[in-house]
């Protein structure tokens, strides 16, 4: 006799389960509780085995032989089964490439390319190593095919496009193609008859998920899976996504504007701290090799506020322009915005600014902006930002050919930063004539021979407005 599905609440947020609705999720989410049914474990093994997808016995018995500890000087390294996207920005944030069977999650807003860059690193992949399969949810076959033509430069008969939310009716075809890379667009979107929950649930991405892990494993494949976001920017549906897959990507940018930034939240085959730099063209996504040229083509020299910074994204510095404006308050507190820098990180900067520089901010709303849309990670910037603040509030302006790195201490003095050789070479390569950076990193860079390039060590905050 079969068995029925049993109800169960499952948290959007978490994926916990619980046999009765609660408020309050174990993770701290209030009202994320949804009600869906699942299979028992022995009804779900049982059909997973009429379908052929069981695991194979633990001993004796027929089915597939089970797998055979392998000596690890034996296993091949990821670097030896990387494929090449044919993108360098995409190859870069990857890690050097897709790793075969691998998953990876790609999100960002609606129209802002996670369909442009897939589809034109596909058609590369399906020029140099065989047949793709682009699986849509959400499009048409008639759209994907108007986007190619827009988008890539030449198809060829490898590209195999699928209209088609079943996921075993995906397995089912991937099995039988045997794909090179396979695009799932998008995870929300599809469902597995074994379980009677709507699509984009936690049991149904759950087991979509677990399905195309499966196929991308066992065949040796790696697939793309497209998912949605929030308003808020954050991944839509359930987290549980997240930890299924092995690389997460994520797409930001303002529609209205052509920068594109591609960056890794999670990467097991990789490192987190690339970005990739694309621009929004008609006909697709381009790189930007000089990233840092795009984000100081607009910067004035002797404009008040404005200072050029520097960070070290990766395996490569980029030079960025911060600016800053002071205005009086006029009702309540000042206020402190901004974009680009941690509110806390800025409300630190400026208490050292008012202690140690005698700057007074008491009666002065503060907005800082990183121009560009970059989110700077680390705290090389802190420098800049203070002089950029000193710059408006003094009515002071700034030279387009100083640029400033360090991080600030709460007693005013300057700590060190890393990579700053390869910063300050790429500074001269810009074109800046100084280089405002703390008195140790300055140090250590006596000996760099650079022509036409000051390198002005400071050693407190007080020295380096006396500097600048």
Known sequence: MAKKAKTVFVCQECGYESAKWQGQCICGAWNSMVEEKVLPAAAADD????????????????????????????VKSGNYTRMDTGIGELNRVLGGGMVKGSLTLISGEPGIGKSTIIIQAASNIAKQYGRVLYVSGEESEDQIKMRADRVCRELTDDMFILSETNMENISAIAEELKPKFVIIDSIQTMYTSDLESA????????????????VGKTYNIPIFIVAHVTKSGELAGPKIVEHLVDCVLHFTGERNQELRILRAFKNRFGTTSEIGAFEMAEEGLIEIENLSKSFLEGMEDGAEGSMAAAVYEGTRPLLLEVQALAAPTS???????????????????????????????????????????????GTSVDLAVA??????????????????LGEIGLTGD????QNSEKIVREAARMGFERVILPEKNAEKLKELSLKGIRLMGVRHITDAIGEF
């Open 387 to 404: 002089l950029a603040i000193y710059s408006t509030c003094k009515g002071q302006p700034c030279s387009g050919r100083t640029l400033a």
């Open 199 to 214: 699509p984009g649930s936690v049991s149904q991405v759950r087991a979509c998920g677990n399905e195309l892990m499966r």
């Open 47 to 74: 059909k997973r085995r009429r379908s052929g997808n069981a695991a194979a016995p633990a001993s004796g018995g027929g089915g597939k032989e089970r797998n055979r500890p392998s000596r690890l000087t034996e």
């Open 331 to 377: 009702v309540g507190f000042a206020r402190r915005s901004a974009i680009g820098v941690e509110l806390s990180r800025l409300n630190m900067i400026l208490a050292v600014l008012e202690r140690k520089a005698g700057l007074s901010l008491i009666n002065q709303d503060i907005y800082v902006n990183i121009v560009g849309g970059l989110k700077p990670e």
């Open 414 to 417: 300057l700590r060190s930063v």
